[in-house]
């Protein structure tokens, strides 16, 4: 069976919040986390949260934006930043710029693979930084 995750076309397995996501399904049936009508919603979703994590509360390096996307009181935090910073082979200390699309296409997938078990489908995660 597929990770939820991907069932979702909700690679970072965004939980359900008030947000009102561009693409959302109709139907929410996930109680736990959001769940998109394409692969690209999910992805935009993913992004622009790494991005308002930068810009409403001042995350700077991988390891800080981690801590707040997978807190330790739900996640192996420390083992879940070493496994993104292995994926983009980046230093845990590393600043991404999240206004350029290389840098955002690779952390976003590299956080879905962490989430999901398998590598993204780059396609999918460019065609969600194109809808933002």
Known sequence: ????????????????????????????EDKSFFQFTEMKWGYRALIRTLQNYRRRHGCQTIADFINRWAPPSENNTGGYISRVCKE?????????????????????????????????????????????
Request: glycine share 6%; net charge neutral; proline share 8%.
């Open 1 to 28: 069976m597929q990770p939820r995750g991907l069932r979702n076309n909700n690679p970072g397995n965004i939980r359900i919040t008030k947000d009102k996501w561009q693409g959302l399904r109709p139907v929410q």
């Open 88 to 132: 983009m082979q980046v230093p845990n200390s590393f600043v991404p710029d999240v206004d350029d699309k290389a840098t955002m296409c690779s952390f976003a997938a590299a956080i879905s693979q962490v989430e999901n078990g398998v590598p993204a489908v780059m396609k999918d995660v460019e065609a969600g930084w194109e809808a933002l």
